[in-house]
């Protein structure tokens, strides 16, 4: 257990649909990141955030949005979902910027 | 530039033999290249990583083996195991820029018993 919880683990949604995806880092941990993995693209790094605050933005679509709020845990925002959203999604964090990160087990997401 | 390249695709390995797993990359920016290991069902864990100081770094039966000049570095599990099944990627990043990595396409690992 790498101390990083995810929920939903699993979320089936029509196209169209806007959901929500939330993570709760490791204790301690400031820094947030978002993943997608999908069969096609591989593992992508989404977003990062550091003690609140946006760090780093990678292949995130204009969809998709995400926050870290004072508690420090964040939330995935995905809206007008297409079927090639269809992922998993994950979440990793660290304790600093250069800090080793730990992922968590995922949210499996479905559009259909 | 940002890509990096993985082989092999799929890898089948007797107990007790060698695995290995190529990786390369474009953008000599990157100075730290870890390799993760992920079970089904799982995120991906941190195995290994090295920095580019070092041509080479061991730990228990996972070594890195790094080669600057060419901008390639593999994986090498010696001994391997079944519970070595598992995915393994490859990754890069810069230092100073947080853990954003840019992931290899992965490596499906088994081990026969």
Not at chain 2, 40 to 68: C, H, M, Q, W, Y
Request: glycine content about 8%; aromatic content about 12%.
């Amino acid at each position: 257990d790498s101390g990083v919880t995810q929920t939903p683990k699993h979320l089936i949604t029509a196209t169209g649909q806007r959901v929500t995806l939330r993570c709760s880092p490791r204790s301690g941990d400031l820094s947030v990141y978002w993943y997608q993995q999908s069969l096609d693209q591989g593992l992508q790094f989404l977003i990062q955030y550091y003690n609140g605050e946006e760090r780093a933005k990678g292949n995130i679509l204009e969809r998709f949005s995400a926050q870290q709020f004072p508690d420090l845990h964040s939330e995935l925002n995905l809206s007008s979902l297409e079927l090639g959203d269809s992922a998993l999604y994950f979440c990793a964090s660290s304790l600093g910027l250069d800090d080793t990160i730990y992922f968590g087990e995922g949210s499996w997401l479905t559009v259909v | 530039q940002q890509q990096v390249k993985q082989s092999p695709q799929s890898l089948i390995v007797q107990k007790g033999g060698i695995s290995i797993i190529n990786c390369a990359y474009e953008n000599t920016a990157f100075d730290y290249f870890p390799w993760y290991q992920q079970f089904p069902g799982k995120g991906p864990a941190l195995l290994i990583a090295i920095r580019p100081d070092v041509s080479e770094k061991k730990e228990g039966r996972f070594t890195i083996s790094f080669n600057k000049s060419a901008k390639q570095f593999s994986l090498h599990i010696m001994d391997s195991q079944p519970g070595d099944s598992a995915t393994y990627f490859c990754a890069a990043s810069r230092q100073n820029y947080g853990q954003n990595f840019v992931f290899g396409p992965g490596t499906r690992l088994s081990v026969l018993p």
